[in-house]
């Protein structure tokens, strides 16, 4: 427009359309345009995979959804699933539920450069996470990245997603996350057995050619997990995600692995000793409570009552009672008494219970005072050398 402004004013008559008409002819401002290609695939060759969030109602609240979802190549056979968020742990879910899903496995999967799967690097230069490459193999697929800017790579499974949310999630609510995936396989079902235009033929009947050149499926799947070390806190509780996971009692102030699992939370102390919880999908600051881990009304922990590791520090050393006792007396805080219990535990018993009565004549009761006592008295008593016999060159 400012253009045609100044050639009206050197004396030129033209309209703004003929000035427009003009430059396009000669590609004035314009980009030159470049033929679209086609991507061909055989049979079991390749998964297109890739996420975009949408939002949806589920009990009763809007939430974001990250929609995983995944396309076959060759049929156009389409499968989603939803969560609260999207890490490693959720990809390698999804991927198994999608090989599930398909019966079989493609020679790869194409994903665009996220880094939920990429280590470094782009496009063919893309080296992925040793733990999703581990993953892959396990399989048997390999994962491949399409070269930034190259969005036409993955259209498969990129044009599904507005398909997705205006013809599934709008006018739909779902109780539950469970809830939303269940529907969203039925719906999968649906779409997979509908005619596809674009395509001229229905996904499942080329779902049926495409089945016999899958990889089958590894004798053995393991179940995807993650592992995470936690302490039980005061309440009997162990703390994962904004949730809170009850424990028995006893556990207070113990060392646990907490294993999770797509539909489960597994807290084990040791070998012989482990809880089984519902995992909480997304972060809600609950509290899941057991029965059994509840003593009946009255026969709880008195607040008279010694704590856990208390008793346990006077069991492995009875001597400290009198130190205990002073520190009863001072309001001592539980992380005082895990401190104490630790270096009871790690440090040698003589050099503790030495640095511990010196501390109770002067009326010590910090714990990292009381560790550097002790580790003077190690350094002193335990790691004395012989000069006598010289320095090893010397000797030789």
């Known amino acids: 427009m400012r253009v045609h402004e ?34 061909e695939f055989a049979p079991g060759e390749e998964t297109q995979h890739d996420t975009s969030p949408h939002e949806a109602m589920i009990a009763g609240k809007k939430q974001k959804v990250q929609t995983a979802s995944s396309v076959l190549g060759y049929s ?8 609260p968020a999207f890490q490693r742990f959720h990809c390698k879910i999804f991927l198994t539920e999608t090989w599930r899903e398909f019966e079989g496995v493609t020679q790869r999967a194409v994903i665009d450069n996220t880094h939920v799967v990429v280590l470094r690097g782009t496009g063919r230069d893309m080296v992925p996470v040793p733990e999703m490459a581990a993953f892959a193999e396990r399989f048997g697929f390999r994962f491949l990245a399409h070269e930034r800017g190259d969005a036409n790579r993955s259209a498969r499974v990129e044009r ?4 997705i949310e205006g013809n599934f999630f709008a ?17 999968c079902d649906r779409v997979n057995a ?3 235009k674009h395509i001229r033929a229905v996904p499942r009947d080329l779902f049926v050619v495409e089945r016999t050149h899958l990889k089958p499926l590894p004798v053995w799947i393991p179940e995807v997990y993650r592992l995470h070390e936690r302490i039980v806190d005061v309440e009997g509780y162990v703390a994962l995600h904004s949730s ?24 084990q102390l040791d070998a012989r000793s ?13 509290r899941i409570t057991l029965p059994e881990h509840r003593p009946p009304r009255g026969q709880g922990i008195k607040r008279t009552d010694p704590h856990p590791d208390e008793r346990t520090l006077l069991q492995l050393a009875p001597e400290l009672a009198t130190y205990i006792a002073a520190l009863r007396s001072r309001k001592y805080s539980v992380l005082v008494l895990r401190q104490l219990l630790r270096m009871v535990r790690e440090y040698p018993r003589q050099a503790v219970l030495s640095a511990i009565e010196e501390a109770a004549r ?32 010397e000797d030789e």
């Open 171 to 187: 006018g739909r609510s779902f109780s539950s996350w469970e809830d939303l995936n269940a529907q969203a396989r039925q719906w």
């Open 76 to 83: 156009h056979m389409l499968f989603f699933q939803g969560y």
């Open 194 to 196: 509908a005619y596809k």
């Open 6 to 39: 100044e050639l009206l004013v050197a004396g030129a008559t033209l309209s703004y359309p003929a000035l427009t008409a003009f430059c396009r002819r000669h590609g004035i401002g314009q980009t030159p345009k470049a033929a679209s290609g086609q991507y």
């Open 274 to 286: 482990s809880v089984t919880h519902c995992r909480v999908a997304e972060p809600e600051h609950q």
């Open 362 to 393: 002067y009326g010590l009761y910090d714990p990292l005072r009381l560790e550097r006592m002790i580790l003077r008295r190690v350094a002193r008593d335990f790691f004395l050398l012989d000069d006598s016999k010289g320095t090893p060159d």
């Open 244 to 267: 809170r996971y009850s424990v028995p009692v006893s556990w207070i102030g113990r060392r646990v692995e907490v294993r999770e699992t797509q539909n489960t939370i597994e807290i």
């Open 160 to 163: 599904n997603f507005s398909f």
